[in-house]
T-cell receptor, first 114, second 111 residues
Framework: DQQVKQNSPSLSVQEGRISILNCDYTNSMFDYFLWYKKYPAEGPTFLISISSIKDKNEDGRFTVFLNKSAKHLSLHIVPSQPGDSAVYFCAAPPYGGSQGNLIFGKGTKLSVKP | NAGVTQTPKFRVLKTGQSMTLLCAQDMNHEYMYWYRQDPGMGLRLIHYSVGEGTTAKGEVPDGYNVSRLKKQNFLLGLESAAPSQTSVYFC??????????FGSGTRLTVV
């Protein structure tokens, strides 16, 4: 079983506060995870990634945390801005699969209110 | 601008009609993909290609065919469109697992 799950379809946050988007996965052999951001009427764009040899990766306001024992990762956005309002997808390459193939979660729609 | 270009951007088809979606990339990427996005379902892989002349099935391949005759182009065909194929279709390309570049999507409605 190789799945990536985002159990929260939506999240609403006030501008300036922290946004936390969660993602769970089923296969402990997954070794790389990515977050993509998607605005309406546009294709998804790569945001940040993390290898399983790390438990944290930071890029400006965006930080991804990986908890391998819980098979859980989270994306933190601090401080949140209205321009961060988008759908966020968690993704991972399947174990044993094609080099470039990715499995995506269903996405979480983030709304940052001014 | 360099990237992935999808044509057309919008299309309305009648049930049973056929059409081809074109994806073109100018980044010399080896891998190309077709995904569909439906409400509450996220992005699901239809077909993909690991190089010119090769194709493979993804998670939801039924009702679709693909061809990769040239490295820069990946075509998605619907031979007999059905309402269940109403969706937004995204093409992507990559040179490795990190470098996915998506097109802006094709919104297809089958009536």
């Amino acid at each position: 079983d190789q799945q990536v799950k985002q159990n929260s379809p939506s999240l609403s946050v006030q501008e300036g506060r922290i946004s936390i988007l969660n993602c769970d996965y089923t296969n402990s052999m997954f070794d790389y995870f990515l977050w993509y951001k998607k605005y309406p009427a546009e294709g998804p764009t790569f945001l940040i990634s993390i290898s399983s040899i790390k438990d944290k990766n930071e890029d400006g306001r965006f930080t991804v945390f990986l908890n391998k024992s819980a098979k859980h990762l989270s994306l933190h956005i601090v401080p949140s801005q209205p321009g961060d309002s988008a759908v966020y997808f968690c993704a991972a390459p399947p174990y044993g699969g094609s080099q470039g193939n990715l499995i995506f979660g269903k996405g979480t729609k983030l709304s940052v209110k001014p | 601008n360099a990237g992935v270009t999808q044509t057309p951007k919008f299309r309305v088809l009648k049930t049973g009609q056929s059409m081809t979606l074109l994806c073109a990339q100018d980044m010399n990427h080896e891998y190309m993909y077709w995904y569909r996005q439906d409400p509450g379902m996220g992005l699901r892989l239809i077909h993909y290609s690991v190089g010119e002349g090769t194709t493979a099935k993804g998670e939801v391949p039924d009702g679709y065919n693909v061809s990769r005759l040239k490295k820069q182009n990946f075509l998605l065909g619907l031979e007999s469109a059905a309402p269940s194929q109403t969706s937004v279709y995204f093409c992507a390309s990559s040179s490795h697992r990190v470098g996915y570049t998506f097109g802006s999507g094709t919104r297809l409605t089958v009536v």
